[in-house]
């Protein structure tokens, strides 16, 4: 039995990044999003070399316009997985336009590998109140959006309740697993310079350190724990960078762990997991130990 998984997830967004999440006019800065075509190339080679299947999420808009490139992904056994149209923000969407953001993703993912995608990543890891609804609907497997634990999935739960005046209002648990990223996981942070937002690139030597770091502990601390590492092949796939994400995988192969799949991590947990034990055995999940309302 191997100590614990790794996913490899990529979210390969394209032009779409900037279109939709930065909602650009600027031909030089969508320019960055047309070389992860440049650095899709070099990551699928790397996983070939190191026989590692992994995760894409691929907004439709990025799928229309490279159908070659994301069926080239599916035919080397990797997973796509669904992530909104143009790489639009759910958060400030209402209900009738999210859900056309998941009919087109659909629509195109569909006609560039012929595929149904299980699994759902929202771009930048934001929801909207109707987004866990939205899931249910459209039966997905599992998310990984959410952020409630770091190195185990769980289930997530729909119509939680807050304000600044009330204690909080847990929701039900529901069948939809999610499979947790984290920003400290994520190439997005240390290695894109957007004017005004973010500092400027860390050396990849840094960046190592810090995914490095939680990889060992993960290993060290967290039996059967799942290390879910987010990066993009527009980002990660520049120069020296490749480097060092090989490197730390030849450091994850000999640390005895599985490289695997979101979609067989969540369809594992599912298995494992029936969700009124893990209900039972979850009592914060639940709210189980909160305070109760008080009457009237
Ligand atoms: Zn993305």
């Known amino acids: 039995m191997p ?57 439709g808009h990025t799928a229309h316009c490279y159908p070659d490139l994301v069926k080239q992904i599916a035919d080397e056994g990797h997973e796509v997985g669904h992530h909104g149209w143009v790489h639009e923000n759910p958060a400030k969407l209402e209900r009738a336009a999210e859900l056309e953001v998941f009919e087109r993703g659909f629509e195109a993912l569909d006609h560039a590998i012929g595929q149904r995608p299980v699994g759902y990543r929202s771009a930048a890891w934001d929801f909207s109140p109707n987004s866990i609804e939205i899931l249910l609907g459209f039966g997905f497997l599992y998310d990984s959006s959410c952020m409630a634990n770091d190195f185990y999935p769980y289930y997530l739960r729909q119509g939680d309740r807050w304000s600044t005046t009330e204690p909080y209002v847990f929701g039900s648990i529901v069948d939809l697993v999610e499979v947790p990223p984290s920003w400290g996981l994520d190439d997005f942070p240390p290695l894109e310079y957007v004017w005004g937002a973010n500092g400027g690139p860390m050396t990849p030597s840094h960046v190592r350190e810090l995914w490095q770091g939680e990889f060992d502990y993960m290993v060290a601390n967290c039996p059967g724990g799942v290390y879910n590492l987010t990066c993009h092949p527009q980002f990660i796939g520049r120069g020296a960078r490749i480097t060092m994400l090989e490197q730390l995988i030849e450091h994850m192969k000999a640390a005895d762990v599985a490289f695997e799949r979101l979609r067989d991590v969540a369809e594992r947990f599912k298995k494992e997991n029936p969700v009124e034990a893990w209900i039972k055995a979850n009592p914060h999940r639940t709210g189980a130990t909160a305070r109760p309302p008080a009457a009237g």
């Open 3 to 59: 100590k614990g998984s790794v996913c490899l997830s990529f979210d390969f967004d394209g032009m779409s990044l900037w279109i939709g999440s930065f909602q650009s006019n600027n031909p030089s800065m969508i320019s960055r999003g047309e070389f992860g075509t440049i650095g899709l190339s070099r990551l699928l080679a790397l996983l070939r070399k190191h026989e590692a299947p992994a995760t894409f999420f691929v907004p």
